[in-house]
């Protein structure tokens, strides 16, 4: 069981849209339980305080151990999203996350943890690119998420360019040795991603039998 991580909020991005996947992320199942549920207790092993942020109220998500937010500014997708669980931490720091990350890892989030405790932004920087939605914010980022969702500028990784800001990039070599496969920035946005999901768990659970 990996230790608490203090002094920071776990928030999942749970806003509902699911535009290539045709069918809402949140509900679908992988090893016997929803994407959402998957994260959440992943999130509730290592933070006191976890928020769900929708975009819309959604009264079946109610549960013990986490707060839902409904955003605070609407028709802002991911970015609203972030804005909301930011808000509404009780810390000054979140980690966020986004729902449709089947295979978090909690060494990773608390290594990144780590190395965010004093920047404003902690960002993983993979081959493939920033992972926003697996990344530290501080408070201090909220009044320019307000200003981007005003004119919007809804591309959350444009935080990581803003003058002001300490942002920290967190690559690929420094998570290599918990998570070698890098699984836990893999998301799922199309049936293919989601069978690709099955079958790797699957097969790790053939490795445990």
């Known amino acids: 069981?990996?230790?608490?991580?203090?002094?920071?909020t776990g928030v999942l991005i749970a806003g509902g849209q699911s535009r290539r996947m045709g069918r809402d992320k949140r509900f679908l199942e992988l090893g016997g339980q929803t994407l959402l549920q998957r994260a959440l207790s992943v999130l509730q092993g290592l933070f006191?305080?976890?928020?769900v942020a929708l975009a819309e109220p959604l009264p079946?998500?109610?549960g013990p151990g986490y707060r839902v937010v409904t955003d605070l500014i609407p028709d802002c997708a991911t970015l609203g999203g972030l804005y909301t669980g930011l808000a509404s931490a009780s810390h000054a720091r979140i980690f966020a996350v986004g729902c449709d990350m089947p295979f978090l890892n909690p060494e990773a989030i608390k290594r990144?943890?780590?190395i965010g405790a004093q920047a404003d932004i902690a960002i993983p920087k993979?081959?493939?690119?920033l992972?926003?939605?697996h990344a530290v914010y501080s408070k201090s980022c909220l009044l320019h998420l307000e200003r981007m969702a005003k004119s919007k500028e809804l591309k959350v990784q444009a935080l990581a360019d803003v003058q002001g800001l300490?942002?920290?990039?967190?690559?690929?070599k420094d998570f290599l040795d918990i998570d070698p496969q890098l699984l836990s920035f893999f998301n799922i946005n199309t049936p293919a991603?989601?069978?690709?999901a099955r079958k790797l768990l699957a097969g790790s659970d053939q490795g445990r039998a």
């Open 126 to 129: 993979l081959a493939t690119g």
């Open 131 to 133: 992972q926003p939605m």
């Open 112 to 114: 990144l943890a780590g």
């Open 60 to 62: 079946q998500l109610a």
């Open 48 to 51: 006191a305080e976890v928020l």
């Open 166 to 172: 300490t942002v920290k990039l967190v690559f690929e």
């Open 193 to 196: 991603d989601l069978e690709f």
């Open 1 to 8: 069981m990996p230790e608490m991580i203090p002094n920071m």
